[in-house]
């Protein structure tokens, strides 16, 4: 190879490949099966998914490995298990697990009764500390370019008390809200959703490197 050649090699580097090398396991919640929650033929599943498409795009662009549980319609759950919903949950975590997975983000809608409820939110379990640190990276992020004025919460859900590597549960949006739900099926409100999240995670491994640089 020649000086030249070398030289003309795109350089990998902090500030164009932030991601370069981090596992990165995306769970688009629900499928198949299970919808999640709806609006008459609005599945919060194909969302989901859709959601979970163009974040895997954003983190592999910042030079993530990225994984996903699911990348079609389908759910995870076997032919033998008596549970389905918790079958499909546990071999969810052994995806994310089985590729040795840095972090997880786990996409999903939210619904509730008052349709006036809007604006996206993280939720972290404290089995492990760097989870509500991952958190509010992203709500930050989320507040900054989607305008919500939620904040992040704790959930105790079977999936995140069990993982033990850093990761998040990411409500994106209230299926219940006309305006969001209108939204959350937008492509560029999607893609901006998932830059924001994308920010929220590189932000957070720079805080951790340097901590550890200090420690």
């Given at each position: 190879?020649?000086?030249?050649?070398?030289?003309s090699?795109?350089?990998?580097?902090?500030s164009t490949?932030?991601?370069?090398?981090?596992?990165?396991?995306?769970?688009?919640?629900?499928?198949?099966?299970?919808s999640g929650?709806?609006y008459?033929?609005?599945y919060e599943?194909n969302i989901?998914l859709e959601?979970?498409?163009?974040?895997?795009?954003?983190?592999?662009?910042?030079?993530a490995?990225?994984?996903?549980?699911?990348k079609r319609?389908i759910?995870l759950?076997s032919?033998?298990?008596s549970?389905?919903?918790?079958g499909?949950?546990y071999?969810?975590?052994?995806?994310?697990?089985?590729?040795?997975s840095?972090?997880?983000?786990?996409?999903h809608?939210?619904w509730?009764k008052?349709?006036?409820?809007?604006?996206?939110?993280?939720?972290?379990?404290?089995i492990?500390?760097?989870?509500?640190v991952?958190?509010?990276?992203?709500m930050?992020?989320?507040?900054?370019?989607?305008?919500?004025?939620?904040?992040i919460?704790?959930t105790?859900?079977?999936?995140y008390r069990?993982?033990?590597?850093?990761?998040v549960?990411i409500?994106?949006?209230?299926?219940?809200?006309?305006v969001e739900?209108?939204?959350?099926?937008?492509e560029?409100y999607?893609?901006k959703l998932?830059?924001s999240i994308?920010?929220?995670?590189i932000n957070?491994l720079?805080?951790r490197?340097?901590l550890q640089l200090?420690?």
């Amino acid at each position: 190879m020649t000086l030249l050649s070398v030289l003309s090699l795109p350089l990998i580097s902090a500030s164009t490949l932030p991601l370069y090398g981090i596992i990165i396991t995306i769970d688009p919640g629900h499928g198949g099966r299970d919808s999640g929650t709806y609006y008459h033929n609005i599945y919060e599943k194909n969302i989901n998914l859709e959601i979970s498409k163009k974040l895997e795009y954003e983190l592999g662009k910042k030079g993530a490995i990225v994984y996903m549980t699911r990348k079609r319609d389908i759910d995870l759950s076997s032919i033998y298990d008596s549970k389905k919903k918790r079958g499909d949950l546990y071999r969810r975590l052994l995806k994310i697990k089985e590729v040795n997975s840095n972090l997880y983000l786990s996409i999903h809608i939210n619904w509730y009764k008052d349709s006036t409820l809007q604006g996206a939110e993280v939720l972290y379990h404290t089995i492990n500390k760097e989870n509500k640190v991952l958190a509010s990276s992203i709500m930050k992020e989320l507040k900054k370019n989607t305008k919500t004025d939620r904040n992040i919460s704790e959930t105790d859900l079977y999936m995140y008390r069990n993982t033990t590597i850093p990761g998040v549960l990411i409500e994106c949006g209230y299926l219940s809200n006309p305006v969001e739900r209108k939204l959350l099926q937008d492509e560029k409100y999607q893609r901006k959703l998932a830059q924001s999240i994308t920010k929220g995670v590189i932000n957070f491994l720079k805080a951790r490197n340097k901590l550890q640089l200090v420690v």
